[in-house]
């Protein structure tokens, strides 16, 4: 797999059939569904897909929800397949925009403390570690007893 050659990030909107394939990610990646918090009462949120090629089928996402000034990524995917690519730091860049346009204060996230990747990608993107939250996730499924690092970044570095 090539590094985001003819990659698109766009947001879904009323894509049905891309919602869905997102939705299939999220189960397959994560050990439980990230993504129907992004479909709470919360509004409006916001969802990016990236397909490796324009038109084909969605290899990663990152769902966004607001919460008072903060933009909260509440999952941020990438297909097995398709990870090293690029295609996780260009759905990151995508929600930061979200959040400029949007007139966030500031973005956060969790992730597992376990997550050494993710924690570097994330803290390459100006990305601090707030507050580590003990057992935020299933300790039978992530390790350091299921913690967690809620990490947060200004909206405009």
């Given at each position: 797999?090539?590094?985001?050659?003819?990659?698109?990030?766009?947001?879904?909107?009323?894509?049905?059939?891309?919602?869905?394939?997102?939705?299939?990610?999220?189960?397959?990646?994560?050990?439980h569904?990230?993504?129907p918090?992004?479909?709470?009462?919360?509004?409006?949120?916001?969802?990016?897909?990236?397909r490796?090629?324009?038109?084909?089928?969605?290899?990663?996402?990152?769902?966004?929800?607001?919460?008072?000034?903060?933009?909260?990524?509440?999952?941020?995917?990438?297909?097995?397949?398709?990870?090293?690519?690029?295609?996780?730091?260009?759905?990151?860049?995508?929600?930061?925009?979200?959040?400029?346009q949007?007139?966030?204060?500031?973005?956060?996230?969790?992730?597992?403390?376990?997550?050494?990747?993710?924690?570097?990608?994330?803290?390459?993107?100006?990305?601090?570690?707030?507050?580590?939250?003990?057992?935020?996730?299933?300790?039978?499924?992530?390790?350091?007893?299921?913690?967690?690092?809620?990490?947060?970044?200004?909206?405009?570095?």
């Amino acid at each position: 797999m090539g590094r985001l050659d003819g990659s698109v990030i766009e947001p879904v909107g009323a894509d049905l059939v891309a919602l869905a394939q997102a939705y299939a990610l999220d189960v397959t990646v994560f050990p439980h569904s990230s993504l129907p918090v992004v479909f709470g009462l919360d509004l409006p949120p916001v969802l990016f897909v990236a397909r490796a090629e324009r038109g084909g089928p969605v290899v990663g996402f990152v769902g966004l929800r607001a919460k008072d000034d903060v933009l909260e990524i509440c999952g941020l995917a990438v297909d097995p397949a398709h990870r090293r690519t690029g295609l996780g730091r260009a759905l990151l860049k995508a929600a930061l925009r979200s959040a400029r346009q949007r007139g966030f204060a500031r973005v956060a996230l969790q992730v597992s403390t376990g997550n050494a990747a993710a924690i570097v990608l994330y803290e390459s993107e100006g990305f601090r570690r707030a507050a580590r939250l003990a057992g935020f996730y299933s300790p039978q499924r992530f390790p350091d007893g299921g913690d967690a690092w809620r990490m947060v970044r200004r909206a405009r570095l």
